[in-house]
C-alpha cells in the first residue's frame, strides 16, 4: 500500500491525523483516541484491504460529525494514493455490530460518496453471531463488476458452508 499524505488530510480534517506505529491517529474534542489501519488481504485474488478503525480509549463515543469527516477523508486519501479495494467488518465488541454497521454506512452513503464508490453489505453468521461486512471500491474501477460478484460470491459460499456446518452438527 502507498503512505497516504497526511498533510493532505488534514487540510480539511476537523481533527489532526497522523502516523503512530504504522496507524493512522487522531483525538477528539472530548478527549477520544482513534486508531486507522489498513491491512492487505488477498481474498478477491487482486489489492484489496482491511479498514479498521478502533476506539483506543475505549470510552462510549458522542455522536460527533468530525470523526465522520476525519475517516472519509482518510478514505479518500487511501483511494487517492491505492486504486484498491476497501474490506469493511464491524467490530463485535459489546455486541454492538449492528449500530456500527449502520453508522458506518450513514457516514459513507452520503450523496458524495455514491458518486465516487460502490458499497456492498453483507451480513454473515458466524457461531451465532451476526458479522456484519462491506467492500468499497471505486465506481470508475476497471474491474468493479468482477469485484462486486467476487464478493458475493465468497459471501454466498461462506454462508452457505456455515448453514451446511450448523446442519451438519444437528445432526449428530
Same mark, same amino acid.
Given at each position: 500500500m502507498k503512505t497516504l499524505d497526511l498533510s493532505q488530510i488534514n487540510i480539511l480534517a476537523p481533527y489532526p491525523v497522523?502516523?503512530?506505529?504504522?496507524?493512522?491517529?487522531?483525538?477528539? %474534542? &472530548? @478527549?477520544?483516541?482513534y486508531s486507522i489501519a489498513f491491512e492487505? %488481504? %488477498?481474498?478477491? #485474488?487482486?489489492?484489496? &484491504?482491511?479498514? !479498521? $478503525?478502533? @476506539? !483506543?480509549?475505549r470510552k462510549k463515543s458522542p455522536n460527533d460529525k468530525k470523526i465522520q469527516q476525519t475517516v472519509i477523508l482518510v478514505i479518500e486519501e487511501f483511494f487517492r494514493k491505492n486504486p484498491d479495494i476497501?474490506?469493511?467488518?464491524? %467490530?463485535?465488541? #459489546?455486541?454492538q455490530q449492528a449500530q456500527r454497521d449502520r453508522l458506518f454506512l450513514r457516514w459513507f452513503?452520503? &450523496?458524495?460518496?455514491?458518486?465516487? &464508490?460502490? $458499497? !456492498?453489505?453483507?451480513?454473515v453468521i458466524d457461531e451465532g453471531c451476526p458479522n456484519y461486512v462491506s467492500i468499497i471500491v471505486p465506481i470508475l474501477h476497471p474491474q468493479l463488476e468482477m469485484i462486486i460478484s467476487t464478493f458475493e460470491s465468497e459471501i454466498a459460499m461462506f454462508q452457505n @458452508?456455515?448453514?451446511?456446518e450448523h446442519n451438519s452438527w444437528a445432526m449428530h
Open positions: 497522523w502516523y503512530e506505529e504504522g496507524e493512522i491517529m487522531f483525538k477528539t %474534542d &472530548y @478527549n477520544i483516541l492487505l %488481504d %488477498d481474498m478477491l #485474488n487482486l489489492k484489496a &484491504y482491511w479498514f !479498521r $478503525i478502533t @476506539n !483506543r480509549s476497501l474490506l469493511y467488518i464491524c %467490530d463485535t465488541a #459489546n455486541e452513503n452520503g &450523496y458524495e460518496q455514491k458518486k465516487k &464508490y460502490a $458499497i !456492498r453489505t453483507a451480513t @458452508n456455515k448453514y451446511k
